[in-house]
């Protein structure tokens, strides 16, 4: 059982950046792939950023070039930086874990993922 806590979320005006964190605990670090998600109020889950324990990431073409996902060097803790945000970036991010082979560039599929942290809250205003 993975257990994922989420924090960094806030309120932040077009063009600005925040940083999210995720602590994860109580896994094997070498054998994740860890992610980050978003849900915006009537949408779907939609993947951000994920990324596996050899440091092998994948984005979202939403936020290739303005997101930067990248992990602790002990792989306990997984950031997200945001820079040029944007008003369409606001929604609920959640971090993900999944037990997985390291050798793939990991999934952005929510359904590949089966730990949930509860979320922190992104609103950016224009």
């Known amino acids: 059982q993975v257990q994922l806590v989420e924090s960094g979320g806030g309120s932040v005006q077009s063009g600005g950046s925040l940083r999210l964190s995720c602590v994860a605990s109580r896994t094997t670090y070498s054998r994740l792939w860890m992610g980050w998600f978003r849900q915006a109020p009537g949408k779907e889950r939609e993947g951000v950023a994920a990324i596996n324990a050899r440091g092998m990431s994948g984005y979202s073409n939403s936020v290739k070039g303005r997101f930067t996902i990248s992990q602790a060097n002990d792989k306990s803790t997984l950031y997200l930086q945001m820079d040029s945000l944007r008003p369409e970036d606001t929604a609920m991010y959640y971090c993900?874990?999944?037990?997985?082979?390291?050798?793939?560039?990991?999934?952005?599929?929510?359904?590949?993922?089966?730990?949930w942290g509860q979320g922190t809250q992104v609103t950016v205003s224009s």
């Open positions: 993900a874990a999944a037990y997985a082979e390291s050798y793939v560039i990991p999934s952005l599929r929510a359904s590949d993922y089966p730990y």
